[in-house]
């Protein structure tokens, strides 16, 4: 962290100073963080039809933060993270062994996940306040472990894309033509839903749950309008996640608001601009 406080130091803004505001720098390496890993993620969700998964994922992280404090952990994040990890593997197995669509599966499993939650969060009369500030989200509050966390993740997911990218997207678009293909569709399917859980989770008290799921829909859906090509259509949805996430950083310290809320206003302004311009193409 030395080394990216000495770097920070560099730039021409009064919280970068040296010695101060540390938690500003802190902020600002976890949207840089994040934002690539949304933004490569980003593609494969809108591929595959799942924009609602993340939205499901980040119910069941709340419902394991529930369990982990019922059960008296210091850290929940812990059971939050195990709980969205057998809920994504529950939910790759359920959507391959049965007739029903994706968006009835992400239904059924969201709803209970929420319901589960709220359940657990007000047995014996307790209180549901002490959970909102996860609805919001306060990047402010990143600490460095988690930042280290999220990048290892980061450095997985590109490996994965790199060895695998090809497998991953035939399994999503015609998974019946990838099985015949030799390909392990539920295996493949089930690293990636592990992989979107493990960020929804970690990220969620950062980003807020109420915007979550944009993160992970907008930034893909912007490029999809004006990528020409595969090569294209991840450039785009990565720089205009991080873009869209620095930018919404700086916003969110200068005015007061909510990071989470702001970086989603941002990426919904370019998924605009790459709409209108998109039109324009055509």
């Avoid at 902020?27 to 494969?44: E, K």
């Avoid at 419902?63 to 809920?87: D, E, K, N, R």
């Avoid at 980061?154 to 490996?159: D, Q």
């Avoid at 090509?229 to 991080?242: D, E, K, M, P, T």
Wanted: hydrophobic residues 55%.
């Amino acid at each position: 962290m030395e080394l990216w406080y000495a770097l920070v130091d560099l730039l021409p803004f009064e919280w970068a100073q040296p010695g101060h505001m540390f938690f500003m720098k802190n902020a600002l390496l976890a949207v840089l963080v994040i934002s690539p890993l949304f933004g490569l993620l980003s593609t494969m969700v809108v591929q595959s039809r799942m924009s609602f998964f993340s939205d499901a994922l980040g119910h069941s992280a709340f419902t394991g933060i529930a369990i982990g404090t019922l059960c008296g952990l210091s850290q929940p994040m812990g059971a939050a993270v195990i709980f969205a990890l057998c809920f994504s593997l529950l939910f790759t197995w359920v959507r391959r062994r049965t007739a029903l669509t994706s968006d009835t599966v992400i239904g059924v499993f969201s709803s209970t996940a929420v319901a589960l939650g709220i359940f657990i969060a007000t047995l014996n009369g307790g209180s549901f306040t002490k959970f909102n500030a996860l609805l919001i989200g306060d990047i402010l509050s990143v600490e460095s472990g988690k930042i280290g966390l999220l990048a290892g993740i980061l450095a997985v997911i590109l490996v994965l894309w790199v060895c695998a990218y090809n497998t991953l997207l035939l399994s999503a678009l015609h998974p019946a033509l990838a099985d015949s293909r030799g390909v392990r569709v539920f295996w493949q399917e089930a690293v990636l839903n592990a992989a979107i859980a493990v960020v929804v989770t970690v990220s969620m008290t950062w980003v807020g749950l109420l915007v979550v799921n944009s993160l992970l829909v907008l930034p893909g859906a912007a490029a999809r309008n004006i990528a020409r090509n595969s090569r294209q259509y991840h450039l785009f949805s990565i720089l205009g996640a991080v873009v869209c996430g620095v930018a919404g950083l700086m916003t969110s310290y200068y005015i007061g608001a909510s990071a989470g809320a702001a970086v989603t206003l941002y990426l919904a302004l370019y998924f605009a601009l790459a709409t209108i311009l998109r039109k324009k193409q055509l």
